[in-house]
């Protein structure tokens, strides 16, 4: 079935590292991703977004890159901060009016 | 910019009352999703609109239902209230059907504890 998950449940750096947060996809279908944080309390906030056109894009301190083959997303955040304390969720839809279907969250947290 | 817009933020009812929660899109944004969380979940997609009609349904339970108006704005209307129902609930909106650039933004949610 149509399914999005991660592979970690949590992930601890250290301040000024990268992070890398994965994320597996099961719908060959899906088109379109996108990365959320979501901070304890608050709403999805958007982080970057990738088409099944590309497999790489970036954004202010965070790539996106997607391996269609394998069907895998991953983001990844440079020099990592206190701030970037949060749940990430990747999330996939496909083209059209459809739901966005949520995979489970990564907790990052960020030691300083 | 303006953002989406949910009311009330923090809502406490009992079991068996009802609720209902408002979700303002973004200015100019035509479809709305309901998603629901509970603790320590992803959110879940509840239903959906475009142009004030129903696009798409999830898991929403017979007792919840919702509608999109005339402004765009829409409400989740919650009877008969569970236990089970105390989440977050957050809506979000997009501009039209999902095309190049139109990315789904969410509000702060709504969190609704029913005791």
């Known amino acids: 079935g149509e399914s999005v998950g991660l592979h970690l449940p949590t992930l601890s750096v250290q301040e000024g590292d990268n992070s890398i947060i994965n994320c597996a996809y099961s719908n060959s279908a899906s088109d379109y991703f996108i990365w959320y944080k979501q901070e304890s309390g608050k709403g999805p906030q958007f982080i970057i977004d990738?088409?099944?056109?590309?497999d790489k894009r970036q954004g202010q301190r965070v790539t996106v890159l997607l391996n269609k083959t394998v069907k895998h997303l991953s983001l990844q955040i440079a020099a990592t901060q206190p701030g970037d304390s949060a749940v990430y969720f990747c999330?996939?839809?496909?083209?059209?009016?459809?739901?966005?279907?949520f995979g489970k969250g990564t907790r990052l947290s960020v030691i300083a | 910019a303006a953002g989406v817009i949910q009311s009330p933020r923090h809502l406490i009812k009992e079991k068996r009352e009802t609720a209902t929660l408002k979700c303002y899109p973004i200015p100019r944004h035509d479809t709305v999703y309901w998603y629901q969380q509970g603790p320590g979940q992803d959110p879940q997609f509840l239903i959906s609109?475009?142009?004030?009609?129903?696009?798409d349904k999830g898991s929403i339970p017979d007792r919840f239902s919702a509608q999109q108006f005339s402004d765009y704005h829409s409400e989740l209307n919650m009877s008969s209230l569970e236990l089970g129902d105390s989440a977050l609930y957050f809506c979000?909106?997009?501009?039209?059907?999902?095309?190049?650039?139109?990315?789904?933004?969410f509000g702060e949610g709504s969190w609704l504890t029913v005791v």
């Open positions: 609109f475009y142009e004030k009609m129903q696009s």
């Open positions: 990738i088409r099944s056109n590309m």
């Open positions: 979000a909106s997009s501009l039209g059907l999902r095309q190049s650039g139109n990315t789904i933004y």
């Open positions: 999330a996939e839809n496909m083209a059209g009016n459809t739901p966005l279907v």
